[in-house]
């Protein structure tokens, strides 16, 4: 396992279009977040997936925003009809169990390398 | 509205010396993250504090609940710390595991 893994790592599209990220936690962990992040700017909270539940949505998730996680392993976050203001890296992180005891350490929160995503 | 704030926001070091970084917050919370972010994306999460102090290597996490507040210091700094800081944290207020809420990040440079 080598981490958390993000593709496509760079996706370039056109206002407009839908586009799909994926996300490739580390497989003993259960909980799986995404985050947005902006130029200059820190990351922001997107949604929160344990297991294969959504937990939890971000009032910046639009309705045009939609993340699964259908067997509780990767997770897809699409965008469906891009505006610029979507350009963004879009980040995933994942974390293990409350229970393993992992949860309180330094790999508390495991980041991937993030997609960004350029609207034209 | 919870924030959280950052400081300084860019920090130029020489090389050995000893370098603080602040974060402080504005309502209770359950945990609080240091996070490393080099250039080109990748996040390294450094530690997870809800209260006292952690050391790990060169790092040292500490955080005063009662003043909503926590500092990231780095001793003997090195060219390879530079990069940036970012603190972040887990409100009481009934955000959720994720839901953490990010400041701005503090740029730090590491001259040889």
């Known amino acids: 396992d080598t981490g958390v893994s993000q593709n496509p790592r760079h996706k370039i599209t056109k206002r407009g279009q839908n586009v799909t990220f994926r996300c490739d936690p580390i497989s003993e962990h259960n909980r799986l977040y995404w985050y947005r992040q902006t130029l200059g700017q820190g990351p922001e909270f997107l949604t929160y997936?344990?297991?294969?539940?959504?937990?939890?949505k971000s009032r910046l998730l639009s309705d045009r925003f939609s993340a699964e996680r259908p067997k509780g392993s990767f997770s897809t976050l699409e965008i469906q009809r891009t505006e610029q203001g979507d350009s963004a890296m879009y980040l995933c992180?994942?974390?293990?169990?409350?229970?393993?005891?992992?949860?309180?350490?330094?790999?508390?929160?495991?980041f991937g390398a993030g997609s960004r995503l350029t609207v034209l | 509205k919870n924030e959280v704030e950052q400081s300084p926001q860019n920090l130029t070091a020489q090389e050995g010396e000893f370098i603080t970084i602040n974060c402080s917050y504005s309502v209770g919370i359950s945990a609080l993250h240091w996070l490393q972010q080099h250039p080109g994306g990748g996040i390294v999460s450094l530690f997870m504090?809800?209260?006292g102090k952690k050391k790990h290597g060169r790092l040292i996490a500490t955080i005063n609940i009662q003043e909503k507040h926590s500092s990231l210091h780095i001793t003997a700094s090195h060219p390879r710390d530079s990069a940036v800081y970012i603190c972040a944290v887990r409100y009481n207020y009934g955000g959720s595991q994720g839901n953490l809420i990010f400041g701005k990040g503090t740029k730090l440079s590491v001259k040889p």
């Open positions: 997936f344990q297991n294969e539940a959504q937990l939890e």
């Open positions: 504090l809800s209260s």
């Open positions: 992180a994942s974390s293990p169990p409350r229970e393993s005891g992992l949860d309180s350490g330094a790999n508390v929160l495991t």
